[in-house]
């Protein structure tokens, strides 16, 4: 996954509404205030650890084999790499 915000690259012709949103400086200044607000807490990548080995830890005795484990890796490594492009984009 590219490290870029989603709305980076939409444009008035095929999102009229999202880009119209994102180009009002008070509505991205609270959208920003937002996600750092949901990254310091529901989201954090201690939170988002916590959850994938709770819920994991319930699934496991279900599943099968080395694809679960690489299942869990791979939702945690993805987390991880959304919470970076969110500081990314908080630090612009």
Known sequence: MSNSIW???VT???WPLIRY???DVVYKAQYAADMK???AGPVSATAVQ???D???ALAAP???GSTFTTALTGLRDFMTS???TINVYLSK
Do not use: Q
């Open 12 to 14: 008035a012709a095929n």
């Open 37 to 39: 607000e949901i990254i």
């Open 82 to 84: 959304r919470i970076d």
């Open 50 to 52: 916590t959850k994938v």
């Open 21 to 23: 949103l994102m180009d």
């Open 62 to 64: 279900y599943s099968t």
């Open 7 to 9: 709305y980076e690259n």
């Open 54 to 56: 709770k819920y994991g």
